[in-house]
């Protein structure tokens, strides 16, 4: 990541063209080796095996939000690499990249958490059933699929929630990781870390974005409808109310991972994952 900066403040081309992955894979690493030292388990280590699954399920689940912003049409790529295989590289690295920083980052800010003290009893009086969360969640993914270009563009805040909605009740019926669970467990600490660790990476991803968008190397602007951009406000290249967006996406991955996960039977080889 130093050297990165460094290569940087000295406009060192093919560093802002390879920006992104660069410093997320060092951020990885070095967040990784942070969560070991704290809890003694992580990604790298203790979790190795599984590390490769949960690069190319960043790749897979990236790929479909891409997939949505072909209707959408939220962002796009500007100063990626000329060479087809090249730039091909260049995304699989980055989205490679997604689920990992996330999951680490909200992992080290859970091992600062104090433990959840959170009465579930609470929490089961008058909560929505399970079909009802499922419901929604499918309303939200489908709908700005259904509906005309200008007036989906204003609807992917449905996606970042839609797919919690839609996942989370499954899990719990495959009796896997969930949200909801957890809650009703008074367990509140994992949706803490999650949001928190989701907005950290916001703030990390936007703001190497701009480092890099300055240099004019691999960078994404996002075109999102004008009365969205909230008195012209933005962090790096994003709109100040996209930032909004980022905790939730966080959630979302952890249950789209999990429910791919169970799907799949990965724990017949690797093992239960605790987290």
């Known amino acids: 990541m130093v050297i990165a ?22 951020y990885i690493l070095f967040v990784d080796g942070l969560v070991y030292q704290r809890s003694g388990a992580s990604w790298l280590t203790t979790r190795k095996l599984e ?23 939220n962002w796009l790529y500007r100063g990626v690499p000329d060479s087809a295989w090249m730039r091909n590289l260049a995304y699989a690295w980055s989205f490679a ?18 433990p959840s003290r959170f009465d579930p009893q609470k929490s089961s009086r008058g909560r929505l059933p399970d079909w009802s969360w499922f419901l929604a969640g499918a309303t939200l993914v489908l709908i700005p699929l259904a509906l005309p270009i200008p007036i989906a563009r204003y609807l992917f805040g ?15 019926k495959l009796g896997t990781a969930s949200l909801k669970q957890r809650w ?22 936007e703001g190497w974005n701009y480092q890099a968008f300055r240099l004019a190397g691999g960078h994404w ?3 999102v409808p004008e009365p969205l951009r909230i008195l012209g406000l933005h962090y790096g290249q994003m709109p100040i109310l996209g930032m909004l967006g980022f905790p939730p996406f ?14 799949l039977q990965i724990g017949r080889f690797l093992g239960p994952l605790t987290w």
Do not use: K
């Open 5 to 26: 900066q460094l290569g940087l403040f000295m406009h060192v081309a093919w560093v802002a063209t390879w920006l992104t992955p660069i410093m997320w894979t060092g």
């Open 51 to 73: 590390f490769p699954l949960l690069v190319i399920l960043s790749i897979g689940i990236w790929l479909l939000f891409e997939a949505y912003n072909f209707h959408l049409q």
């Open 97 to 114: 990249t997604i689920i990992p920083g996330v999951f680490l980052s909200s992992e080290l800010i859970m091992s600062f958490l104090p």
């Open 158 to 172: 449905a996606i970042w929630l839609g797919f919690i909605l839609l996942l989370d009740p499954i899990n719990a």
């Open 184 to 205: 009703l467990q008074g367990d509140l600490r994992c949706t803490l870390g999650l949001l928190l660790g989701g907005l950290l990476c916001g703030f990390l991803w």
């Open 221 to 223: 602007i996002y075109t």
């Open 250 to 263: 966080a959630l979302e991955l952890y249950v789209m991972y999990h429910f791919l996960r169970s799907s």
